[in-house]
């Protein structure tokens, strides 16, 4: 990896972020003979909450792999991301969302409220997140958000931290006044049978329809979005809950290259932006004498090398641009809807 960037880089004209992928008219139906589609089901599933709730940690049990990325921090989930599972004759198409923002009230989260709406807006299926025994004015906010025609599961996610069971089914009364739900599902989303089960519930509220995707299909992501959400990640770690959620990743480089000999694997060369807001941050995200942000490279790399199979060199670079998220056209650019 080249040495990190200590003055303010102007990338090249940024390559665009993917914008976020609308799954219904994204996907090509497989050619199926008449007889593979009787009794399938298919359809999607949005998950919503405020944030810290479990949202992206039941995503990736409910796909079985990870896809969208947790953190201990709140917020970083920035971009909608869709997940896929198919077990027997059905397949769960996700969607996650970022979380009804309550904190502050710039372009950028009024963009990220817009796109929670939107999210949730064609769905077959919502899961409604929130802590067992809980339910604050930030759920009610979300609960609001939300199209009463769609069924919606309440689920009473992190039972494991409810230390008195008994004080869980008189709230479970309570949530039913609240929305007609349609189904209650107290649960860890840590907890693979947990999981199962609430996949089986699921899928009697997805239409009788041929699948939309291969079997083995896990995320119409591209590797470039793959990438910068990785990066993300593991600047949101690697800085602990110094660096403002608002700190953004762009991808300015990914360029692919075949195979040099046969049985070696193809090349991925990436160059990222971190942008930040001060040169406080700009200093917290390179570390001491660079080495922060050689490790996010270097786990960025590791990881991704694992999920794309491929040979990855990636060169990181960090800018400081100031008050970007009070700026609606900046962040329209940055390809947050
Ligand atoms: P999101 O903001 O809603 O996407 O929440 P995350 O999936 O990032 O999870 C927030 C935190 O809650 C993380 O530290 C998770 O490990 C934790 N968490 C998620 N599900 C559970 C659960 O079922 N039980 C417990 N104890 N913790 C959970
Ligand atoms: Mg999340």
């Known amino acids: 990896m080249n040495p990190p960037s200590t003055d303010p880089v102007e990338p090249s004209e940024p390559v665009e972020p993917q914008p976020s992928i609308v799954v219904s008219s994204a996907t090509t139906p497989r050619q199926l003979g008449a007889d593979d589609r009787a009794g399938q089901r298919c359809g999607l599933i949005a998950i919503v909450g405020k944030p810290n709730v479990g949202k992206s940690t039941l995503l990736n049990a409910l796909v079985g792999q990870k896809i969208s990325i947790t953190s201990r921090k709140a917020q970083t989930t920035r971009h909608r991301i869709t997940g896929m599972r198919t077990l027997a004759e059905t397949q769960y198409v996700f969607v996650d969302t970022p979380g ?13 409220n817009k796109a929670v709406v939107g999210a949730v807006s064609d769905v077959d299926l919502i899961l409604l997140v929130v802590e067992a025994g809980s339910f604050t004015g930030a759920d009610e906010r979300v609960l609001k958000l939300l199209d009463a025609k769609i069924p919606t599961i309440l689920v009473a996610n992190k039972l494991d931290n409810v230390h008195r069971r008994g004080d869980i089914a008189p709230w479970l009364q309570q949530m039913q006044q609240r929305h007609a739900f349609v189904e209650f ?4 989303a840590k907890n693979p049978k947990d999981i199962e089960r609430l996949l089986g519930i699921c899928s009697k509220y997805l239409p009788e329809q041929p699948f939309w995707y291969a079997e083995d299909e896990l995320t119409d992501r591209s590797e470039q979005f793959l990438a910068s959400e990785l990066v993300r ?34 090349l991925l060369r990436i160059a990222a932006t971190i942008v930040v807001e001060r ?9 001491d004498k ?40 900046r962040v329209k650019s940055f390809g947050y809807e």
């Open 233 to 266: 990640e593991k600047l949101f770690r690697l800085t602990g809950d110094e660096l403002p959620y608002t700190s953004t990743v762009i991808i300015d480089k990914f360029e692919e290259e075949p195979p040099a000999r046969k049985g070696q694997k193809r």
């Open 279 to 287: 040169d406080g941050h700009k200093a917290m995200v390179i570390g």
């Open 185 to 188: 599902v107290p649960m860890s």
């Open 100 to 112: 009804f923002q309550t904190l502050h009230a710039n372009a950028l989260n009024r963009s990220l």
């Open 290 to 329: 660079g080495e922060r942000i050689k490790r996010i490279g270097m786990e960025t790399r590791q990881e991704l090398e694992k999920l794309a199979d491929a040979k990855v060199f990636i060169e990181l670079w960090v800018k400081v641009r100031s008050g970007w998220a009070d700026d609606e056209a």
